[in-house]
T-cell receptor
Framework: AQTVTQSQPEMSVQEAETVTLSCTYDTSESDYYLFWYKQPPSRQMILVIRQEAYKQQNATENRFSVNFQKAAKSFSLKISDSQLGDAAMYFCAYRSYNTGNQFYFGTGTSLTVIP | EAGVAQSPRYKIIEKRQSVAFWCNPISGHATLYWYQQILGQGPKLLIQFQNNGVVDDSQLPKDRFSAERLKGVDSTLKIQPAKLEDSAVYLC????????????FGPGTRLLVL
């Protein structure tokens, strides 16, 4: 099975600054999808950004962007101009292109935004 | 578009009691997932349905957990009997069939077993 590793259990960032959350994964597949999900305290998990492995261009959604390094199996999330509402648990997830729509999640990074 | 619905939102039971959770996925989503999320951890997949068939239930504790998805729409997850270690948030998610389907989550059911 694929594994997803988030090596930073906790991160903090000053409001309006930039922070990068790291994620690495292990797979032998060439086609797959990667996701970052955000889970605010006691609230619903929502999709932040998604990357298709066959695309070389890094995905961007407003203040959120990724640095996808396929050869290194690295998928980091950059949050620019951090806002108080960005405080949450962030989960990196992997989904196989071929086998059964299964998702694999990392253990999460808790992000604190300091006013 | 309505999101994934789950009920109840909160449940407190005593150990050895039974409990059931309900999930209604987004309309048209063929794939449905149940996850267990223990405090401070990432979601762990319990069972995955494709329409009304089971794709993966390798991490479902089958001696006490069961799930069904009759008619390929709504799903129920049952725990009988509950143990203290079952205290967690139970998340339901759904996605479109096919590899491009992003997973959408419901609000979760927070279970406390005393």
């Amino acid at each position: 099975a694929q594994t997803v590793t988030q090596s930073q259990p906790e991160m903090s960032v000053q409001e309006a600054e930039t922070v990068t959350l790291s994620c690495t994964y292990d797979t032998s597949e060439s086609d797959y999808y990667l996701f970052w999900y955000k889970q605010p305290p006691s609230r619903q998990m929502i999709l932040v950004i998604r990357q298709e492995a066959y695309k070389q261009q890094n995905a961007t959604e407003n203040r959120f962007s990724v640095n996808f390094q396929k050869a290194a199996k690295s998928f980091s999330l950059k949050i620019s101009d951090s806002q108080l509402g960005d405080a949450a648990m962030y989960f990196c997830a992997y989904r196989s292109y071929n086998t059964g729509n299964q998702f694999y999640f990392g253990t999460g990074t808790s992000l604190t935004v300091i006013p | 578009e309505a999101g994934v619905a789950q009920s109840p939102r909160y449940k407190i039971i005593e150990k050895r009691q039974s409990v059931a959770f309900w999930c209604n996925p987004i309309s048209g989503h063929a794939t449905l997932y149940w996850y267990q999320q223990i405090l401070g951890q990432g979601p762990k997949l319990l069972i995955q349905f494709q329409n009304n068939g089971v794709v993966d239930d390798s991490q479902l504790p089958k001696d006490r957990f069961s799930a069904e998805r009759l008619k390929g729409v709504d799903s129920t997850l049952k725990i009988q009997p509950a143990k203290l270690e079952d205290s967690a948030v139970y998340l339901c998610a759904s996605s479109l069939q096919g590899a491009k389907g992003t997973q959408y989550f419901g609000p979760g059911t927070r279970l406390l077993v005393l």
